[in-house]
């Protein structure tokens, strides 16, 4: 079993294979399955993924009414053709913020890692999916390099905003999915490592602070980015660009601020944009809680 | 290592919008009832930290209860399931606990009818996955870095002895074994960690023993 990112790049190219391959012994050995059972199983996970963004790409609306209806803004703003950054990147931002729209309304998701980070690694594999074509199993593959990495943040560091941050949450994701785009995209392991700390580096310090406790805002729009830092932090990888820190002592550092972040910015609603005057007044507006009686 | 399975990363399927405040929150609820051994008449529901701040929000509300009410994750029916609870005439009380507790997503749940009661901790600790740390007044000391079971048996000879060999039989080596009983020949707990996943014909298995009243698997 690997322990961290740098033995489980050994692992791989040691013995040649795909982080995913690495990814898929491991489960078959730790559950006792056979690879179909496995195969078939995150195949599940996959479709539920598909349904998530297929539905918010036709637009939701949470309960609350804060969030929903971006995904369908962004697709339009596709459509036009008048973009600035890239369309493989807004497809990717929109088809997170579509899942996470989804979740938002309390749907159907796949939590990957958490429910509150759900969207970045379906949306930038919808997305590159245009791009590079993948076959069913190679999308499957996708999720199974992500979860590789992720598993490694899950025993190392934290993949929750309740003891990490938002860091952990959406930055372990956007970490997870850039790792799982360098693998779909020809990349070896190790520049699937190096797309993973460099994302994971611009993610430090990322307080979770959601409106009136609810995962909508900043979550939404974080996914988004989350996303979008994956894909830019995959092309760097692939161009050759390396982290001057290790991927493994980037997770630590994640660790280690998530430990030392206060409380009031740990998932708790008291801190960050859910304590500025319109957090605090969406919040009342939607519970109907006093001001005063939080924070 | 806290997490051994992929799916505990790139999973569960759930009712959204957060893994440990909905999803782990319906599995806590769902490992009481299970334990419970039947649907509960009355459940008083305490939250402490971030549990405490965030639960309307997150709907961890609405995922204990559908916990209760034996709906998995993935079931849509959470999302009603306080209104479900009421039309079965089930009584539910959530307390705002100020106390600190060590984990951030902690909940207390007792829970009871005219026959029992029962009242356990248990802890949300990311992406859906749960820990239980308390059953009736027993701490359980459970590492959570392996998969675990709790076996609730009735104090008599053989009782423990016939667990551990069918354990054997599927060959699943046991880490830590904790026993403990509230007074000689009544209910008694044992708490196992074992080195790898336990299979539901285990569990099944297990159940079939005399004396042994609920088999549950505590952490995945």
Known sequence: MFRNVAELVELAESQNKKVSEIMIEQEMEVKQKTREDIMSFMDRNLEVMEQAVERGIQGVKSHSGLTGGDAVLLQKYIEKGQFLSGETILDAVSKAVATNEVNAAMGTICATPTAGSAGVVPGTLFAVKAKLNPTREEMIRFLFAAGAFGFVVANNASISGAAGGCQAEVGSAAGMAAAAIVEMAGGTPAQSAEAMAITLKNMLGLVCDPVAGLVEVPCVKRNAMGAANAMVAADMALAGVTSRIPCDEVIDAMFKIGQSMPTALKETAQGGLAATPTGRELEAKIFGIPLNKRG | ?220
């Open chain 2, 1 to 220: 290592m806290k997490y051994k399975s992929v799916f505990d990363i790139i999973g569960p399927v759930m009712i959204g919008p957060s893994s440990s405040h909905t999803a782990g929150a319906a599995r806590i609820g769902r490992v009481a009832r299970s334990l419970f051994g039947r649907e509960p008449k009355w459940a008083d529901i305490s939250l402490y930290g971030s549990f405490a701040k965030t639960y309307k929000g997150h709907g961890t509300d609405v995922a204990l209860v559908g916990g209760l009410l034996d709906f998995d994750t993935f079931d849509e029916r959470i999302i009603n399931a306080l209104e479900i609870a009421k039309e079965k005439k089930m009584k539910i009380k959530f307390r705002e606990e100020e106390a600190i507790s060590d984990h951030p997503n902690t909940a207390r749940i007792k829970l009871g009818d005219d026959l029992g009661e029962l009242e356990l901790v248990g802890i949300s600790i990311g992406g859906g996955k749960i820990e239980i740390t308390e059953l009736n007044g027993f701490q359980l000391k459970l590492s959570g870095h392996h998969p675990a079971i709790l076996v609730v048996h009735n104090d008599r000879f053989g009782a423990i002895a016939s667990v551990s060999n069918i354990l054997a039989k599927y060959e699943l080596n046991i880490g830590q074994m904790d026993v403990s009983r509230k007074e000689k020949g009544q209910m008694a707990l044992m708490t196992i960690e074992v080195d790898s996943m336990i299979d539901d014909a285990v569990i099944e298995e297990l159940k079939s023993l005399p004396n042994i009243t609920q088999v549950t698997r505590i952490v995945d």
